[in-house]
Nanobody, 120 residues
Framework: QVQLVESGGGSVQVGGSLKLSCVAS????????MAWYRQAPDKKRELVSS???????TYAESVKGRFTISHDNTTNTLYLQMNSLKTEDTAAYYC??????????????WGQGTQVTVSS
């Protein structure tokens, strides 16, 4: 049974840092790898960052240069280091396992989410 469990969220001030973790139990890290998504109140869930099995990464424009995604193959744990946080980063953050569907990597497994709140 696949289970993704996030942790590391919290409340910080603008400019602060947080590191999110997602322990993936029973999940096989396939070509599409894993990703972090976030959803702010009254907004659609958006892709923040992804990492594939070959180590390639993607970032949303809004977080480039501030966030870093990584994956520990030994513990099958996904991380998101978030620096220089802004109020607009406030959201529930979800890790997701992804798979290839018609040539695209799409999420098919979700964690329960962890809240990040950035205040000025």
């Amino acid at each position: 049974q696949v289970q993704l469990v996030e942790s590391g969220g919290g409340s910080v001030q603008v400019g602060g840092s947080l590191k999110l973790s997602c322990v993936a139990s029973g999940y096989i890290f396939t070509y599409c790898g894993m990703a972090w998504y976030r959803q702010a109140p009254d907004k659609k869930r958006e892709l923040v960052s992804s990492i594939s099995r070959d180590g390639s990464t993607t970032y949303a424009e809004s977080v480039k240069g501030r966030f870093t995604i990584s994956h520990d193959n030994t513990t099958n744990t996904l991380y998101l280091q978030m620096n220089s946080l802004k109020t607009e980063d406030t959201a529930a953050y979800y890790c997701a396992g992804r798979y290839m569907n018609f040539g695209r990597c799409v999420p098919n497994t979700w964690g329960q989410g962890t809240q990040v709140t950035v205040s000025s």
